[in-house]
């Protein structure tokens, strides 16, 4: 193994490392503070962007799908 495969695979065990930390959090939003706190909102807003942003993703892949399906078709 050369040493730049070898500081490759260093390289990209580090940034996937440093990079899937933050997919370890279990709660980084905290929704049970009470009605005083409003974080209850904050907690609404992110899981609402998060499923439009699926919904939109789901969409776009779809769109994406049907163009290439009908390129093929011509």
Request: some cysteine; glycine content about 10%.
């Amino acid at each position: 193994m050369s040493l730049r495969s070898l500081a490759t695979a260093i390289l990209t065990a580090a940034a996937v490392a440093v990079l899937a930390a933050p997919a370890g959090a279990q709660q980084l939003v905290d929704a049970g503070g009470g009605p005083k706190n409003g974080s209850g909102g904050v907690a609404f807003i992110a899981f609402a962007l998060m499923c439009a942003g699926i919904a939109f993703a789901l969409f776009f892949m779809d769109r994406v799908r049907r163009r290439a399906s009908d390129d093929e078709h011509r």
